[in-house]
């Protein structure tokens, strides 16, 4: 099935720094949002996003919906070791069915 | 708990043996989903529920694969005739309705087929 596109598949970064993921897409979704998953646990929804353009900002992440509503992306800032995990984007379309499409994550590894 | 909960957390089984897998989503959330997860995958959509109407099962990969939702609460995913290729982590999730809700996952059954 259809798979929003997520790369690199890792990424390793200084804790302190800031890193930004992005997420694309062939076809136009009406919302995008953003999950993290730990080892055994299920994802945890950090930001979700409704509107084209739309700017939101959670803490230290901050995502945008792209204008062209096929892609997002996620901006982490002053990295800590506790931003260590999975981080998917998921797109969804308005209907009767609101399933979520997903990317295949991207591993992020912050060192001390 | 507040969250959604599933159980088992593992369950590994011999292949051709049935499996059931169980959802109690937040209280009081009308929409319940399944998704399964591959290793190193992304989340695949199996079936949605919303409400009492009719399910959504265009994601079910084969017809060894059938989910109820009694009494608009607690789902149940039933895999027949495991294979192991439905090797995989099932996450159910639920939202307060459908149409753009934000889902909130349980922490998922980590399913081995030997």
């Known amino acids: 099935g259809q798979q929003l596109n997520q790369s690199p598949q890792s990424m390793f970064i200084q804790e302190g720094e800031d890193v930004s993921m992005n997420c694309t897409s062939s076809s136009i979704f009406n919302t995008w949002l953003w999950y993290k998953q730990d080892p055994g646990e299920g994802p945890v929804l950090l930001i979700a996003l409704y509107k084209a353009g739309e700017l939101t900002s959670n803490g230290r992440l901050t995502a945008q919906f792209g204008i062209t509503r096929k892609d997002s992306f996620l901006n982490i800032s002053a990295s800590i070791p506790s931003d260590v995990g999975i981080y998917f984007c998921a797109g969804q379309r308005t209907g009767a069915n609101s399933k979520l499409t997903f990317g295949k994550g991207i591993t992020l590894s912050v060192r001390p | 708990g507040a969250g959604v909960s599933q159980s088992p957390s593992n369950k590994v089984t011999e292949k051709g043996k049935d499996v059931e897998l169980r959802c109690d989503p937040i209280?009081?959330?009308?929409?319940l989903y399944w998704y399964r997860q591959s290793l190193g995958q992304g989340l695949e959509f199996l079936i949605y529920f919303q409400g009492n109407s009719a399910p959504d099962k265009s994601g079910l990969p084969s017809d060894r694969f059938s989910a109820e939702r009694t009494g608009g609460s607690v789902s149940t995913l039933t895999i027949q005739r495991t294979q192991q290729e439905d090797s995989a982590v099932y996450l159910c999730a639920s939202s307060e309705r459908g149409g753009g809700q934000p889902q909130h996952f349980g922490d998922g059954t980590r399913l081995s087929i030997l």
């Open positions: 209280s009081g959330h009308t929409a």
